[in-house]
């Protein structure tokens, strides 16, 4: 930015990359209006409206793309969060309406919950990598509260198998099975389904999360 302002150039471009950079590193927006006034006095200015404009335009949405990016994403396992999961599913109520198609037809919750009580960020994280490989463009793929994961999908004439197949990966621990019994499978995997109103949805996802 100081070269383009010592030059003649156009400051805008490098005011916002070095407003970018700045929010990046998580360095308050006061801080980054600091640095674009004493780079302008550098050279005997002071910063005109629309390169402060710029510096907080570009901060902020910088600092947005990574609130918002947070907020969808579990820190320790790398899926997405309960929160993001209900918001797919209401914009899935959305356009299922919006086309005339009934959404509990077309699609449904697969949930995986190991066998243990209190599973590891590892073990969910492994659980929605089988997810992703079974299942052919899942809606989302979620941790659900603290012990499961759960994925939306669409239900076709194979569903049935790729269910299968998910349970062969992971371990299936059969309704009718006891944890506590040797070779018993680690892992309980079930599909749910939809509410027949989006109204219900939310409630729908929070009772699976905190069962």
């Known amino acids: ?3 383009a302002l010592a030059g003649g150039a156009d400051p805008l471009p490098h005011a916002a990359a070095a407003a970018r950079r700045l929010a990046e590193r998580e360095i308050p927006l006061t801080v980054a ?11 005997g200015e002071d910063p005109s409206f629309e390169a402060i404009r710029t510096v907080c335009q570009s901060w902020t949405e910088c600092t947005l793309t990574y609130l918002h990016a947070s907020s969808c994403e579990d820190p320790g396992t790398g899926l997405a969060t309960t929160p993001h999961l209900r918001t797919r599913l209401t914009e899935l109520y959305r356009t299922a309406e919006r086309q005339g198609w009934y959404l509990p037809d077309t699609h449904t919750l697969v949930i995986t919950e190991p066998v243990t009580a209190r599973p590891c960020d590892a073990q969910l994280a492994n659980l929605g990598g089988a997810i992703r490989t079974v299942f052919r463009d899942p809606e989302v793929i979620a941790r659900l509260g603290a012990g499961r994961v759960a994925t939306i999908v669409r239900v076709d004439d ?19 099975g006891d944890p506590g019994t040797a070779g ?15 109204d219900w949805s939310d409630s729908f996802v929070n009772d699976l999360a905190m069962t």
């Open 158 to 176: 194979h569903f049935g198998e790729h269910l299968g197949t998910l349970r062969s990966m992971i371990g299936y621990w059969p309704e009718s």
């Open 1 to 3: 930015m100081l070269q």
């Open 184 to 198: 018993t499978p680690r892992t309980k995997v079930w599909s749910e389904r939809l509410p027949t109103l989006s």
């Open 33 to 43: 209006l600091d640095v674009l006034r004493t780079t302008y006095q550098t050279v």
